[in-house]
């Protein structure tokens, strides 16, 4: 069964990078579309970026396109999330989750990291 930790979070400022780490273990890596999800409490799960089985190919949620780059180097099990010109309202858990397929939608993914705060302040 394939567990998923989350790493990388943490308080950081306004217009500041961080990178979230999400390593895999317990399962061929490869075989899976992996995504990163965010929320707040209170309010419904998002997504934020997907990348495929190989790397090929990638895909962000609106707010996040141009500011975050996702990637992935399986012969570690690790996917990363680089974020840059960090905002506010990107304050929430992230978390990592695989799939079967691309999907932005997270009850098609099969397993769930416990997730990473990530707080930004103005």
């Known amino acids: 069964q394939v567990q998923l930790v989350e790493s990388g979070g943490g308080l950081v400022q306004t217009g500041d990078s961080l990178r979230l780490s999400c390593v895999a273990s317990g399962t061929d890596f490869s075989r899976y579309y992996v995504g990163w999800f965010r929320q707040v409490p209170g309010k419904e799960r998002e997504f934020v970026a997907g990348?495929?089985?190989?790397?090929?190919?990638?895909a962000y949620g609106d707010p996040e396109a141009g500011r975050f780059t996702i990637s992935r180097i399986n012969v570690k099990n690790a996917v990363y999330l680089q974020m840059r010109s960090l905002k506010v309202e990107d304050t929430a858990i992230y978390y990592c989750?695989?799939?079967?397929?691309?999907?932005?939608?997270?009850?098609?993914?099969?397993?769930w990291g416990q997730g990473t705060q990530v707080t930004v302040s103005s």
């Open positions: 990348i495929s089985e190989l790397g090929g190919s990638t």
């Open positions: 989750a695989t799939a079967l397929r691309p999907s932005t939608r997270g009850d098609e993914y099969v397993a």
